[in-house]
């Protein structure tokens, strides 16, 4: 009997532990992953490896969970693809199978144990992550002075990858900036904190969205703002009557947006838009003369490229490097940007070429299975309207830029997923109870 008491002692020391060390790794995954990959990455590799065998203390559960199916899938169809590839084009084929590009998205599984669903906690890892992604002109970049040339017109990148990805980041924060603003004016205590915190993330985010000048995030923002519009004007003519709150934010928004055109960033933005005129112009009269190494008929030229690729095999794909070959193989590109870009700019089509349409039916698949943990959650209540509103911002915003980036394939895109797709599912675990069972010894 006492051995028996030990024992239990012992396992219960041991899940603790585990929990802990998790929760810590993962706090450092969320700040260091942007400025400093090698640190992040080890970080983060330790949250999937105790993520993982917390998962396997409840393998009953995640037998009949969708995420068991969806890991089974993504690995199949990436070992069919590349099989196929050998059989099809072995001169171009990989040597090995590298599964883990698509099972990079399920990051979010491990994230979700050690977040379980507890608000403080993922308020302390958004605010790391964000954090990160502030103080990464100092850390990464030049500091003042590349804060100082993106004000003076100049595009920065901070040192993180390329502008497209710190954009994007920035592009987040926004968005979660303004929600924090919104949850202030609702709350009834520390109404100033929260008041403080939202201004000073949208006015450093909406800095870094400019700056680094990024016209997908420009395009995605703009879209996430006509969808909140709309939906706020159906509601309203749907009850007849006008939400304060909702209405005060939309004028604060276009209160912001006129005042960026209107002072010297003005001319950024606009010269930005105007840039690529010339090539949008040509394509919609119908014409293929158009610059093709240019920043979007870089785009443009692949996009075009691709669709011939993937008619020739549309069910499975090229294999985990078709993307590659759909630009080694183009007539329209030089030489230094097939050595630059690797990738097609398009999550959706990298996704189509290398793995076909199964592919990218996981991949959307992924994306519904999130918003049926989003409306589950809501339905059961453990998700406020505004939450549910900010997240589907999200989602909207994720769609439109990964039409212009490649960020489902790079650690950018996995460290945003990671995150909100492990909050979601943190939260909705938490709903169905399965923390307490996941503690039982």
């Not at 692949?302 to 020739?312: F, G, K, R, V």
Request: proline share 2%.
């Amino acid at each position: 009997m006492i051995l028996l008491d030990r024992a239990e002692k012992i396992k219960c020391y041991g899940l603790k532990c585990t929990y802990f060390l998790g929760f810590f790794a993962l706090m450092l995954m969320s700040f260091f992953s942007m400025i400093t990959d090698k640190f992040g990455s080890r970080a983060g590799k330790v949250v999937m490896v105790l993520g993982v065998l917390l998962l396997l203390r409840q393998w009953r559960y995640f037998l009949k969970s969708p995420i068991f199916y969806f890991i089974l899938a993504v690995i199949g169809i990436q070992l069919l693809s590349w099989g196929l590839s050998h059989l099809d084009h072995p001169q171009w084929a990989e040597d090995s199978p590298k599964v883990g590009r698509m099972l990079a998205w399920f990051m979010f599984v491990p994230v979700a144990f050690f977040l379980q669903g507890d608000t403080k906690k993922i308020l302390f890892i958004g605010i790391l992550a964000m954090a990160s992604v502030f103080i990464s002109p100092w850390v990464t970049g030049d500091g003042m002075q590349e804060i100082m040339r993106g004000i003076n017109g100049r595009r920065v990148d901070f040192g993180v990858h390329n502008a497209q990805h710190i954009a994007m980041l920035f592009g987040v924060s926004l968005i979660l900036g303004f929600y924090c603003l919104f949850i202030g004016h609702q709350r009834k205590n520390h109404k100033l904190i929260w008041f403080v915190l939202g201004t000073l993330v949208v006015v450093i985010s909406a800095l870094g969205v400019v700056v680094t000048q990024t016209r997908a995030v420009w395009l995605g923002l703009v879209a996430v703002l006509l969808s909140i519009t709309l939906g706020y004007l159906i509601v309203s003519l749907r009850s007849r009557k006008l939400n304060r709150a909702g209405l005060v934010g939309l004028l604060a928004i276009f209160t912001i947006l006129i005042g960026l055109f209107s002072s010297n960033f003005g001319d950024t933005l606009s010269n930005r838009v105007k840039s690529e005129f010339s090539n949008v112009k040509t394509v919609l009269s119908g014409s293929s003369d158009y610059k093709a190494n240019s920043s979007t008929g870089i785009r443009l030229t692949t996009w075009t490229e691709s669709l011939e690729w993937i008619a020739e095999r549309p069910f499975a794909g090229w294999g985990g490097n078709g993307r590659e070959l759909v630009v080694k193989h183009s007539d329209r590109l030089t030489e230094r940007n097939k050595e630059r870009f690797r990738h097609l700019h398009n999550s959706y089509l990298d996704t189509l070429v290398n793995y076909g349409v199964l592919g990218l039916m996981c991949l959307f698949g992924l994306f519904v299975y999130w918003g049926y943990l989003v409306k589950r959650t809501y339905t059961r209540q453990a998700l406020s309207a505004p939450t549910l509103v900010m997240l589907s911002m999200l989602l909207i915003f994720w769609l439109v830029i990964n039409c212009f980036e490649s960020y489902m394939y790079y650690s950018s895109g996995s460290y945003i997923l990671a995150l909100i797709g492990g909050t979601i599912l943190s939260v909705y675990w938490k709903t169905t109870g399965f923390f307490e069972e996941t503690d039982r010894v």
